[in-house]
């Protein structure tokens, strides 16, 4: 994917390793080679078989791991730093594959700069180190990359879509309306070249325009992902080469077919849109086609085709009420618009909490949706952790993130399977696994060390002993601190 260039190895990066290693190599003994910082201790987890190593010590500098090896050896290096884990865990970064720091959807409300702002420092403190932006303003995150490289604002790295990709008439502010297949080569180069990274596609994106990307995109290599829309079915959109999906959309409708006359007839009689939805989707989970629903699923595996399913926000929506009791203290850590979005007077996605039956069919839907992410994983489907955070409620950056891996497990993924749709899975679907995504010698240092270990309990996740982003660690006690001082500003934002 030749648009996630920045995050990839260079040659000089390599060329740098190379020379390090010469110069340890005739090194004296009395002048050891420097590096920025020792692991001691720990017990690294690995992605790929989920093994979990003897205590160890592992080396960083710059930016990348240069050594790992058994905790009792003499070290070879200088270090400036040391970090005793005590016998804890190593993981890679974790990344949160769906997140909207400026969602379009609360630009209704102005928040001012300073305000987005920070939601930054709020995933990387949660050991979140990076994230896929997917849908916002590029200026914004131009603005949050240039902040990272000046080291002005603690910030995750960044892979972003810009705007989303709509049909003439853009259900949210800041899409950009395609109103016809010829104007699709324009939009997708202006989009490239203000620094997207990939292109987000959108529901009421029509059939033929929906096609007219896919065929430039694919010509053009550029990865594009999001909504399967309304017009085209999910197993249409992994065959076209749509690289990513998100929420699960549109599978219940392609795995219960068409609605039966008797049921339009019936619902021509309704006027009001809550009923008229509630009874077209009682009827969907009635009638789930099995056999149709597994060919669906093959068609993922087989096309390779990622899912973000974002579980922990459709059970935060429709849970809302005893979700919202449990997140009480995490509400003050963000800023005061978004506290402010985030309730049913203001909140576009927590309407018609009156309404039972409308809560009762969420939760069914929800329940399809576990077990859908059970037999994806059954049959080999890749699958991405991503929260969504932004305008929906309760789902916390850097905390969503944690959030989704429960869900997962709770899914029927296990504790290793999820953790990996957070680190090696989103590395691999960004095509840069060969420095990020495992904790290895020569890997970037974007790692998390946890106190326990995550894969006898996923909720371990959540104890954070540091966080290292570019090798640079921030402990327990920092993590803290800065988390307070967040805490003190929102309240003016
Ligand atoms: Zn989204």
């Known amino acids: 994917m030749r ?26 003994e009395e002048t050891l080679p420097e590096a920025v910082l020792s692991i001691q201790n720990v017990r690294v987890v690995n992605m790929d078989d989920f093994s979990v190593s003897e205590p160890s ?88 990359r240039n902040s990272y490289k000046q080291d002005s604002l603690l910030c995750p790295k960044i892979v972003a879509a810009g705007p989303l990709l709509d049909g003439p008439d853009p259900m949210w502010d800041g899409s950009v309306g395609i109103k016809s297949a010829d104007e699709v080569p324009k939009v997708v180069d202006s989009i490239m070249e203000a620094g997207a990274d990939f292109l987000k596609v959108y529901s009421k994106l029509p059939a033929d325009i929906f096609h007219a ?23 249409e959109a992994a065959l076209a080469g749509m690289k990513s999906q998100e929420y699960l959309l549109e599978i219940l409708k392609q795995v219960t077919g068409p609605l039966p006359d008797s049921l339009k007839i019936e619902m021509e009689k309704i006027t009001d849109p809550v009923s008229s939805w509630v009874m077209v989707n009682n009827y969907r989970l009635d009638h789930i086609n099995t056999s149709l629903l597994d060919s669906v699923i ?38 005061m618009y978004l506290q402010r979005y985030w309730t049913p007077d203001e909140n576009d996605h927590l309407k018609h909490r009156d309404r039972e039956d409308f809560i009762e ?28 955070t932004g305008a929906n409620p309760l789902c916390f950056p850097g905390v969503g993130v944690h959030n989704e891996l429960a869900a997962l497990v709770k899914a029927g993924l296990t504790p290793g399977e999820a953790l990996r749709t957070a680190t090696l899975n989103p590395a691999i679907f960004l095509e840069i696994d060969d420095h990020y995504g495992r904790v290895s010698k020569g890997y970037k240092a974007d790692l998390v060390i946890l106190v326990n270990n995550p894969l006898e309990d996923i909720l371990n996740t959540r104890k954070i002993q540091a966080v290292v982003r570019d090798g640079k660690l921030i402990g327990a006690g920092e993590i803290d601190k800065r988390k307070a001082e967040i805490f003190m500003k929102q309240g003016v934002n």
């Open 57 to 144: 010590r592992v080396v960083v500098d710059g930016d990348s791991i240069i050594l790992i090896v058994a905790a009792d050896e003499e070290l070879q290096y200088k270090v400036s730093k040391t970090w005793d884990a005590n016998g804890g865990y190593l993981i890679p970064g974790l990344w949160d594959m769906h997140a909207h720091p400026d969602d379009p959807e609360l630009w209704r409300l102005n928040p001012d700069r300073s305000s987005r702002d920070l939601l930054m420092p709020l995933f990387v403190l949660e050991g979140v180190t990076g994230i896929r932006d997917m849908g916002g303003s590029l200026e914004e995150v131009t603005h949050w």
């Open 298 to 335: 093959g068609i993922f595996a087989t096309e390779k085709i990622w899912h973000c399913p974002t579980l922990s926000m459709w059970y935060k929506n429709a849970w809302y009420e005893e979700e919202l009791e449990k997140d009480k203290a995490l509400i003050p850590e963000l800023p």
């Open 3 to 28: 648009s996630f260039r920045d995050l990839r190895c260079s040659f000089f990066n390599k060329l740098f390793t190379f020379m390090s290693l010469l110069m340890f190599i005739s090194c004296e």
């Open 361 to 388: 069919v969420k939760k069914e839907l929800y329940e399809f949706y576990a077990f859908l992410v059970k037999r994806m994983k059954q049959s080999g489907v890749k699958l991405l952790a991503g929260t969504d």
């Open 213 to 235: 990307l896919s065929q430039y995109a694919r010509e053009n290599d550029i990865p594009f992902v999001g909504h399967v829309p309304y017009e085209i079915t999910p197993t």
